[in-house]
């Protein structure tokens, strides 16, 4: 299979989590504390016994990849919250604000210059949101939620750009799901929480074993093994079609509780649009 192939396929599983989430009947942080348990326990085995790589780093770099894990824990948290309050049309749709979130936050933790580029696309991205608020105000609990998935997404991405290199990738990531599993564990066991773990239906059970492997851990190792093919930018470009990969088949799966106004599309559209025009420009600038 091409390198590009792999690429689409990868962002069409990571664009059906969503659907996951909807089909699971979990409520979102049980199902947030299985995935990153059992996605832990996956990414573990396959460092330790198939690319026989050692697993331990520096104990300060360790704490770092905890915290940012615990961003991590919070943004899936947020983004699960978002779909059960609403559908996932709207939840996709809103994610695609973090790209606004990180023009703001990367210049102030990396201490470069803010790129206008961004801003303008940030006011267009802006707009399209306030424009989706206003059409489809009976979501407007699962906007707020999907709006704050996003903040805490591009919070997450841009510390663990911060982090790059220190470790293997595949360290990186290990570390911080399982340090998002800690937290959420520490989390529950002071709040009684834990409790309702032991309560999942065994077809919640197989279908978050599934959400956890094949659409989480799999997709991970694949994009890191695919960064030797493509480019960064490239895997980027491609990312942004998780929306409209999950929009489309939660439409199919779910029907009519997916449907959405024709001003919800076209805004949808051209934040898109915005996202990989952004792209582009950044890639000329590169050059």
């Given at each position: ?13 990571w ?8 089909l ?7 199902l947030v504390?299985y995935?990153?348990g ?39 948290l947020?983004?699960f ?18 790209t ?17 580029t961004?801003?303008l696309?940030?006011?267009v991205?802006?707009?399209c949101?306030l ?16 709006v ?17 290199g220190?470790?293997s990738?595949g ?17 529950f ?66 029907g ?5 106004s024709v ?8 934040m ?16």
């Open positions: 299979m091409s390198a590009q192939l792999r690429l689409h396929f990868i962002v069409f599983l664009g059906f989590t969503a659907v996951l989430g909807k699971i009947s979990l409520d979102a942080n049980h504390w995935r990153m059992l996605t832990s326990v996956f990414l573990i085995a396959f460092i330790t016994f198939f690319q026989k790589e050692s697993i331990f780093v520096r104990r300060d770099l360790a704490v770092k990849l905890v915290g940012v894990g615990s961003l991590m824990a919070i943004h899936w947020l983004f919250h978002s779909i059960k309050v609403s559908n996932v049309s709207i939840t996709l749709a809103c994610i695609s604000t973090a606004l979130f990180v023009a703001f936050i990367e210049p102030l933790v990396f201490r470069r210059r803010i790129d206008w961004e801003i696309m940030g006011v991205i802006t707009a949101m424009l989706i608020f206003k059409t489809e105000i009976r979501y407007k609990e699962g906007i707020i939620y999907g704050l998935c996003a903040f805490f997404g591009a919070l997450f991405s841009v510390f663990n750009g911060r982090l790059h220190q470790t990738s360290n990186i990531i290990t570390y911080e799901i399982f340090g998002g599993f800690l937290i959420l564990t520490l989390y066991l002071f709040t009684d929480n834990l409790v309702g773990v032991g309560t999942i239906s065994l077809n919640d059970f197989w279908w978050t074993l599934l959400l956890a492997s094949v659409f989480t851990a799999y997709p991970m190792f694949e994009s890191i093994r695919l960064m030797r093919h493509i480019s960064p930018f490239t895997l980027v470009l491609a990312v942004n079609l998780e929306p409209v990969y999950g929009i489309f088949f939660a439409y199919l799966i779910f009519e509780s997916e449907h959405m001003v919800f599309y076209l805004a949808s559209a051209v898109l649009l915005a996202i990989v025009l952004n792209g582009i420009i950044k890639a000329r600038k590169r050059r």
